[in-house]
């Protein structure tokens, strides 16, 4: 059974006070400022400074606590992320020099590698025989 995400008003189990309601507010408004910046850039810390809260504090509450349905909502962001990382290797192989500014194609390569493993990883198996 999934748990249903509290919206800022209304908690799992009814009506919240209203202070907690704000505060939920502030958290989830904060959230979707992160979660816009990290669909842009892929950086904890990048997208934490964009949404003006610390990145430990992303991973210790945010992720870790999954405080307001975090969790599936960062897993949005970061395959966000993938597609436009995806997008920027496509263009790449239309343009490869980007209207006169070059680029690392082994960092893009790594990055893929690393953001959207299942489509972008080498697959390799070593297997050992004995004559």
């Known amino acids: ?45 990048q997208a934490a400074a964009a949404a003006g809260v610390h990145p430990e504090h992303v991973r210790k509450h945010w992720i870790k606590d999954d405080a307001l349905g975090f969790q599936v909502r960062f897993r949005d962001a970061q395959a966000a992320f993938a597609d436009y990382l995806e997008q920027l290797a496509l263009k790449r192989v239309e343009n490869p020099t980007n209207n006169g500014r070059t680029g690392s194609d082994v960092l893009l390569m790594g990055l893929l590698n690393a953001n959207h493993p299942t489509k972008w990883r080498h697959n390799v198996q070593v297997t050992h025989e004995l004559g």
């Open 1 to 45: 059974m999934q748990r249903r995400a509290p919206s800022p008003t209304t908690g799992l189990y009814g009506p919240l006070h209203p202070a907690r309601a704000t505060y939920d507010a502030k958290t989830l408004a904060s959230q979707n400022a992160f979660l816009k910046a990290f669909g842009q850039c892929g950086s904890i810390a």
